[in-house]
């Protein structure tokens, strides 16, 4: 799922860095743009990784527990980065599978969560809140987590249901921005008009920094096109379905995307925008439709669908450390790559709660959600140019592999060029500053992040033997061994 909470919380920071309503617009179809290049550049990706294990049905890390458990887990960027790059031994999926669980996964969560309470708390009245109420904010952060972890670790049922009806009011509340957006601009709407659109690219920023900071923002809300890869083995024809959904699913997410925030510069002010911070759909809401309705009512299905956002990314979370941990690639293998008695990897949530609570609790109050997103999608960008770069690699390395679907190399490279720059010009100074924190602080923590990964791989890799896969799963893969054996022997 590709709509996120960033489309409600980012414009704002968007705008301060890169200074005109015009070039934010022309970045987020930059940002659709791109994601539709990763999008075909992952399915040949899987498609080779496919071919190369072709008579297995166990392909992409699939690792699917009995119906009775109702839960599977998939993983496949870990055993395509394993492919792409075997040497040195297993470095470049435990760096991802690291970073992906102790950073990416539970920092966007912390984000959501914190933008959550802080709608809820617009919807009670507080839109300016001061140090005291922004740890409030986070309080309410907290607690949406921990509903969120104890939903899943008790039912995959439930937590899917509500996953489903919040995804709902996820789209229903953007197509409500949207269209109210264009209701404003055809003059259906009595309301004060702004200067936005009269010189749109007054003001552009000429400073790669800022462009570097709004990109990782407007990706931020495209995050999701990444998962088709995991979804492969549950399609038929799953190239040509996913060519086809991916590029209806990416071009509609950014018409919306691009009408929401048309919505946001007809309606609210540029000062305004610039001073809301995560809260500019509240303003649209409270100019548009006033009362209890725009302050209230509407707020909270912002507030709802940020919570949606939560739920979504914690699910696959937690199915990540389930399969890290059943792989080797945790401590405790056992323990965090078991499932419950309720069909759930509830310990796997352990994990992620208290990951997510750090990074929630940790940042300073003010330019703590600007951090986290740009801590957060920093390395993430290094791994998507890196898994791009080995799929170049491959078509060299592998070729006598059959390739029915090839993906662009043009665009392959444009994407690749993506990355750099977005792992490159964070470190290049911003010419104006628009936060507390240093510019260096987060690619440097990124990076730090990463290395400290490399370092975990070195001692349990390299010092202490490799990856020990736990228990269950060596049990499960020799049954699956024996049963592939079998089906061999009928087919013989």
Not at 197 to 223: H, M, P, Q, R
Request: aromatic fraction near 14%; hydrophobic fraction near 50%.
């Amino acid at each position: 799922m590709i709509v996120g909470s960033g489309i409600f919380s980012t414009p704002s920071g968007i705008l301060t860095t890169i200074g005109s309503p015009g070039m934010s617009l022309v970045l987020w179809v930059v940002g659709g743009i791109v994601s539709y290049f990763g999008v075909m550049a992952y399915l040949e990706c899987c498609q080779d990784l496919e071919a190369k294990k072709v008579g297995t049905r166990n392909s992409f890390l699939t690792y699917t527990i009995s119906s009775t458990n109702h839960f599977s887990s998939h993983f496949p960027h870990l055993e395509y980065l394993d492919y792409e790059f075997p040497h040195p031994k297993a470095l470049a999926p435990y760096l991802f599978c690291v970073s992906m669980i102790g950073l990416i996964r539970s920092g966007f969560c912390a984000a959501d969560s914190v933008v959550t309470g802080t709608y809820l708390m617009y919807a009670a009245g507080i839109h300016d809140p001061d140090l005291t109420q922004q740890w409030i904010a986070r309080a309410i952060g907290v607690v949406v987590i921990t509903f969120t972890c104890a939903v899943h670790a008790y039912s995959v049922r439930i937590g899917v249901a509500i996953e489903n009806v919040l995804t709902v009011i996820k789209i229903l509340t953007l197509l409500l921005i949207s269209i109210t957006g264009i209701v404003v601009l055809a003059g259906g709407v009595s309301i004060p008009k702004t200067t936005n659109f009269e010189n749109a690219f007054a003001g552009t920023s000429n400073n790669g920094n800022a462009y570097a900071s709004a990109l990782f923002k407007i990706f931020f809300a495209y995050d999701g096109w990444n998962n088709c890869n995991y979804v492969l083995d549950e399609l038929k024809n799953p190239i040509r379905t996913l060519k086809i959904s991916s590029l209806m699913g990416i071009t509609i997410v950014s018409v919306l995307y691009i009408l929401a925030n048309v919505a946001y510069f007809a309606v609210v002010p540029f000062d305004v925008i610039l001073t809301s911070n995560t809260v500019v759909a509240g303003e649209f809401f409270v100019r548009v439709f006033g009362g209890t309705a725009g302050n209230v009512v509407l707020p909270v299905l912002v507030a709802l669908s940020a919570l949606g956002s939560v739920m979504c990314m914690s699910f696959t979370a937690g199915r990540v450390i389930f399969e890290a941990a059943r792989e080797g690639y945790m401590p405790f293998g056992n323990f965090f790559g078991k499932v419950s008695k309720l069909g759930t990897p509830s310990n796997a949530f352990i994990v992620h709660w208290v990951l997510t609570l750090i990074w929630m609790l940790a940042p300073p109050p003010g330019d703590a959600y600007n951090f986290i997103l740009d801590v957060t999608s920093y390395p993430e960008w290094w791994f998507y140019g890196l898994s791009v770069v080995g799929l170049i690699y491959l078509r060299f390395r592998d070729r006598d592999i059959p390739r029915p679907f090839r993906s662009s190399t043009i665009t392959n490279v444009l994407f690749i060029l993506v990355a750099l720059f977005l792992g490159i010009v964070p470190f290049v100074p911003p010419t104006v500053k628009d936060t507390s924190l240093p510019y260096w602080l987060y690619p440097t923590v990124g990076l730090a992040f990463i290395a400290f990964s490399a370092l975990l791989w070195y001692f349990q890799v390299v010092l202490y033997g490799g990856l020990e896969k736990s228990v269950n799963i060596r049990r499960w893969q020799e049954g699956h061994r024996n049963m592939q054996d079998l089906t061999n022997e009928e087919q013989e």
